[in-house]
Nanobody, 116 residues
Framework: QVDLVESGGGLVQPGGSHELSCTASSGTISNDWAMGWYRQTPGQQRVLVARILSGSGIDYADSVKGRFTITRNSAKNAINLRMNNLKPEDTGVYFC?????????WGRGTQVTVSS
């Protein structure tokens, strides 16, 4: 079992920057794990925002390309999501996940609200 703890949610003005973190509480997360971030808004399904693929490739949703950057801190079993030039449509609950084989672990989510 891997517990994930997210941090960094909050209220941000449009055009601002913010950073989310997600730390895995136990074990060693090797390079064959995949990990990333989804966003969910009320009444909608979670949508992929950014991910690090098993073997280190990176994917972004088209809506965040050029604005968001996902990075991994292997020493801390953590991933970060740097969000720049935030827009109101980036508002939502951000969930991190770590995946290994058939097992997927989710964080509890952290709210990001982009509003003036």
């Amino acid at each position: 079992q891997v517990d994930l703890v997210e941090s960094g949610g909050g209220l941000v003005q449009p055009g601002g920057s913010h950073e989310l973190s997600c730390t895995a509480s136990s074990g060693t997360i090797s390079n064959d794990w995949a990990m990333g971030w989804y966003r969910q808004t009320p009444g909608q399904q979670r949508v992929l925002v950014a991910r690090i693929l098993s073997g280190s490739g990176i994917d972004y949703a088209d809506s965040v390309k050029g604005r968001f950057t996902i990075t991994r801190n292997s020493a801390k079993n953590a991933i970060n999501l740097r969000m720049n030039n935030l827009k109101p449509e980036d508002t939502g609950v951000y969930f991190c996940y770590f995946r290994h084989g058939m097992s997927t672990y989710w964080g509890r989510g952290t709210q990001v609200t982009v509003s003036s």
